[in-house]
């Protein structure tokens, strides 16, 4: 599975960002996909997962209620929306996907790595 993100880029503390990440050479419903980042200095973290279906999303606390993860399975595609964007969430984004069921949190777990989009939020 080929993952690709984009939709990064430098918006003001508040603006919103919607990443995209449109996988290719699998059943892209056959996966669990989740979003993570990573700042200099920092370890990798994960932002938020989604099931196969959608029906289950998981959030890191400190992107609830402001985050969204959703997906297309028709388009292979999975999102997220970003709203009231704070400049500690500036990082790397990658998009990621697993074959094992459930929402998984620990990068281990995930077996396919988009490149990673950049995300800077200014005061």
């Known amino acids: 599975v080929q993952l690709q993100a984009s939709g990064g880029g430098s918006v003001q503390a508040g603006g919103s960002l919607r990443l995209s990440c449109r996988a290719s050479?699998?059943?892209?419903?056959?996966?669990?996909m989740g979003w993570f980042r990573q700042a200099p200095g920092k370890e990798r973290e994960i932002v938020g997962a989604?099931?196969?279906?959608?029906?289950?999303?998981y959030y890191v606390d400190s992107v609830e209620g402001r985050f969204t993860i959703s997906r297309d399975n028709a388009k292979n595609t999975v999102y997220l929306q970003m709203n009231s964007l704070k400049p500690e969430d500036t990082a790397v984004y990658y998009c990621?996907?697993?074959?094992?069921?459930?929402?998984?949190?620990?990068?281990?777990?995930?077996?396919?790595w988009g490149q990673g989009t950049q995300v800077t939020v200014s005061s």
């Open positions: 050479g699998g059943i892209f419903s056959n996966y669990v």
């Open positions: 990621a996907a697993t074959s094992r069921a459930g929402i998984r949190t620990m990068s281990r777990e995930y077996e396919y």
């Open positions: 989604i099931t196969w279906t959608g029906v289950n999303t």
